[in-house]
């Protein structure tokens, strides 16, 4: 997801400083745990978006003796590019799984043990799945629907990803009698005259 696309969404809701744009993301996303997003990425953010012109930037006179902040307000092409990716779908990631790599190159190497490999990701994905677990369990469902299916998408997510390794290691037999993928080798340099 593109923190950018979310930070005008919850700048389209009201105009906010970067301490309090940080701290509506996190609730939506269901706390830092789940999506920590830095300050400094926040206040870069911020700018980038400043320069392309969907923010504008105010300055308020704060609290007490709290300085002044740098307050945030969508501008007109800021709402319409936050439109344009409500309308937009979103492209999942499954394919570029660093895991696969590991895995892959363990057998083309030779130098990493692949049952291992696979027990291993098993035993961090078995700890992922109890930790979302109790997180789910701790929410009530009555103040925090949104939260729970977005926890109850991350546990599904881990169960399909166990049963991935169990069709893996069902067939690493046959995967390890193939040949790997070997690139294709191109000649360098400047191509024969009259080719």
């Known amino acids: 997801m593109s923190v950018r696309n979310a930070f005008l969404g919850l700048l389209a809701q009201k105009p906010r400083h970067g301490y309090e744009l940080r701290a509506a993301f996190e609730a939506i996303a269901g706390g830092g745990v789940n999506w920590d997003v830095k300050p400094a990425q926040v206040y870069a953010t911020l700018d980038r978006?400043?320069?392309?012109?969907?923010?504008?930037?105010?300055?308020?006179?704060?609290?007490?003796?709290?300085?002044?902040?740098?307050?945030?307000?969508?501008?007109?092409?800021?709402?319409?590019?936050?439109?344009?990716?409500?309308?937009?779908?979103?492209?999942?990631?499954?394919?570029?799984?660093?895991?696969?790599?590991?895995?892959?190159?363990?057998?083309?190497?030779?130098?990493?043990?692949?049952?291992?490999?696979?027990?291993?990701?098993?035993?961090?994905?078995?700890?992922?799945?109890?930790?979302?677990?109790?997180?789910?369990?701790?929410?009530?469902?009555?103040?925090?629907?949104?939260?729970?299916?977005?926890?109850?998408?991350?546990?599904?997510?881990l169960e399909a990803d166990l049963r991935w390794l169990e069709f893996v290691e069902a067939r690493l037999g046959d995967i390890q009698r193939q040949p790997l993928p070997a690139p294709q080798v191109r000649a360098r340099g400047r191509p024969k005259k009259g080719s």
Not at 77 to 94: I, M, T, Y
Not at 126 to 136: A, M, S
């Open 49 to 157: 978006l400043a320069e392309a012109g969907l923010v504008v930037c105010t300055s308020d006179l704060g609290e007490g003796d709290e300085p002044g902040r740098r307050v945030y307000a969508l501008t007109e092409a800021g709402l319409a590019a936050l439109r344009q990716w409500f309308d937009e779908g979103v492209e999942p990631e499954h394919q570029r799984d660093e895991f696969y790599i590991k895995l892959m190159v363990a057998l083309a190497s030779g130098a990493g043990d692949p049952h291992r490999i696979l027990r291993t990701q098993r035993g961090l994905i078995y700890q992922r799945l109890h930790g979302l677990t109790t997180q789910r369990n701790a929410l009530d469902a009555r103040v925090a629907l949104a939260q729970v299916l977005l926890l109850d998408k991350a546990i599904m997510h």
